[in-house]
């Protein structure tokens, strides 16, 4: 059972190049999140899908697009990278609405990217 | 709007001291409140968590009381160890028409032996 895992580790793009970073689930989660992790700001939500299928804009969606075609692998796609991508971006499933309120995110181990 | 205030880092101490984090909250409704831990180099990872007021979230050693009238959630832990040096996070969690969680900024802990 190996959680929640993203690839890749680390990428370094330059402005104007695009790359998709991949995150995949083995718990059967409904709810998938991207988010992004930056110095001072703690993690904000990117994107977000509560089910196979389906997508949602989070807080910072900008810039960002994602698609979730198998319930245990949820996209994120850079279409156009710019310096201000630059970040740590961090995967996380949760059983959703079945978990309620008090459910529990797992997250990925990150994926760190530079954009130059 | 939701949000979490923490105390601002880092928290340098000795091993075996006295640890708080502080941890204050602005909600609509009534969240559920979490604290996450992100050791180096590695993604966050649930700590403990609280549902409704007084309700105390304990695990290795750590806990905090879900504080309604003090919109507070701080976490403490009795002695801590070289190992316990990570970031903290504190979120709360509200319905939004799915479960959204707000996190704080983070508070780095360093532990020296």
């Known amino acids: 059972n190996a959680g929640v895992t993203q690839t890749p580790k680390f990428r370094v793009l330059k402005t104007g190049q695009s790359m998709t970073l991949l995150c995949a689930q083995d718990?059967?989660?409904?709810?998938m999140y991207w988010y992004r992790q930056d110095p001072g700001m703690g993690l904000r939500l990117i994107h977000y899908?509560?089910?196979?299928?389906?997508?949602a804009k989070g807080e910072v969606p900008d810039g960002y697009n994602v698609s979730r075609l198998k319930k245990q692998n949820f996209l994120l796609g850079l279409e156009s990278a710019a310096p201000s991508q630059t970040s740590v971006y961090f995967c996380?499933?949760?059983?959703?609405?079945?978990?309620?309120?008090?459910?529990?995110?797992?997250f990925g181990p990150g994926t760190r990217l530079t954009v130059l | 709007g939701d949000s979490v205030t923490q105390m601002e880092g880092p928290v340098t101490l000795s091993e075996e001291a006295f640890l708080t984090i502080n941890c204050t909250y602005t909600a609509t409704g009534y969240p559920s409140l979490f604290w996450y831990v992100q050791y180096p180099g590695e993604g966050l990872q649930l700590l403990l968590k609280?549902?409704?007021?007084?309700d105390k979230g304990s695990n290795k050693g750590f806990e905090a009381t879900y504080r309604k009238e003090t919109t507070s959630f701080h976490l403490e832990k009795g002695s801590v160890q070289v190992s316990d040096s990570a970031v903290y996070f504190c979120a709360l969690m509200v319905n939004t028409g799915f479960q959204k969680l707000v996190f704080g900024t983070g508070t780095r802990l360093l532990v020296s032996p």
């Open positions: 718990m059967n989660h409904e709810y």
């Open positions: 899908s509560v089910g196979e299928g389906t997508t």
């Open positions: 996380a499933s949760s059983y959703g609405l079945a978990g309620g309120l008090t459910d529990t995110q797992y």
């Open positions: 609280a549902t409704k007021a007084d």
